[in-house]
């Protein structure tokens, strides 16, 4: 039975853990090639291998702040599987550094917004050549609720950068709607990721302060994000662009106290 990406050709980055991964491992299981984009390099093997080969999936190492190295990431994309149809561009960095305005330097500042933001910049400057070519295509950007809602956890260029994602996402969507190529933002609530754990491992206090907000109480799963990625890169939302999909629980609607 054919998946609901059959075929498809599909550029992930950040995609040897958390979101990234579920998503990678849900695209070839809907049957998708797969190009993996991240700097884990031995996890990135051993990925391929666990996905069937070289004719599932391909690691490229790739800098997402390098515009010679996302051209490269996704010029393997067509060159290895013949097409760039779905570009999930996700990698993202949520440091410690990154706090309240009064403490954030500029250094960690700039560091967060090359990674989250103007990564993406280049992956869909990367990906639209290819997906104007061929008369279609899905981007997808990993935005954050944070993008549409104030953080009960200070993280000033984290919020700042999604905002940035967020909106260039919506501009990006009109821009190439009669091109064929539809783009959106996943908006994530607080989810179960490394990023997540080991932020609140050192901080018990602030990952209460976060479970608080979301109505139904827990955080969510990196399989729950990849099947909301799977639907925007799949036929099944082929009337939607520009859209700010919000995966979070119920936190962006919701009225709590705060702590």
Request: net charge negative; with cysteine; proline share 3%.
């Amino acid at each position: 039975m054919a998946g609901r990406i059959q075929d498809r050709v599909a550029v992930i980055t950040g995609g040897c853990s958390g979101i990234g991964l579920a998503t990678v491992r849900r695209f070839v299981a809907e049957g998708a090639k797969v190009v993996i984009g991240d700097i884990d390099d031995a996890r990135g093997a051993e990925l391929v291998e666990e996905l069937g080969g070289a004719g599932v999936a391909t690691y490229v190492h790739v800098d997402v702040t390098s515009k010679d190295e996302v051209d490269a990431l996704f010029k393997t994309a067509k060159d290895t599987y013949g097409s760039v149809d779905i570009a999930f561009n996700n990698a993202g960095i949520s440091p410690p550094e990154d706090d309240s305005i009064l403490d954030t330097d500029l250094d960690a500042w700039r560091k967060v917004q090359e990674v989250n933001l103007t990564s993406v910049y280049l992956c869909c400057k990367a990906a639209l050549p290819y997906m104007i070519e061929q008369g279609r295509g899905s981007i997808i950007n990993t935005a954050s609720f944070v993008a549409v809602m104030g953080a009960a956890t200070s993280q000033i260029s984290y919020s700042a950068s999604k905002g940035g994602v967020l909106s260039m996402t919506r501009e990006l969507g009109v821009q190439f709607a009669r091109e064929g190529v539809r783009v959106n933002a996943l908006c994530p609530g607080p989810v179960n990721t490394p990023l997540l754990q080991e932020l609140f491992a050192k901080d018990a206090e602030r990952a209460a302060r976060r479970l608080v907000h979301i109505p139904m109480g827990r955080f969510g799963e990196p399989e729950e994000m990849a099947s909301a990625v799977l639907f925007l890169a799949s036929d099944d939302s082929s009337f939607m662009t520009a859209n700010t999909f919000l995966v979070d629980g119920g936190i962006s609607g919701a009225y709590v106290t705060p702590l």
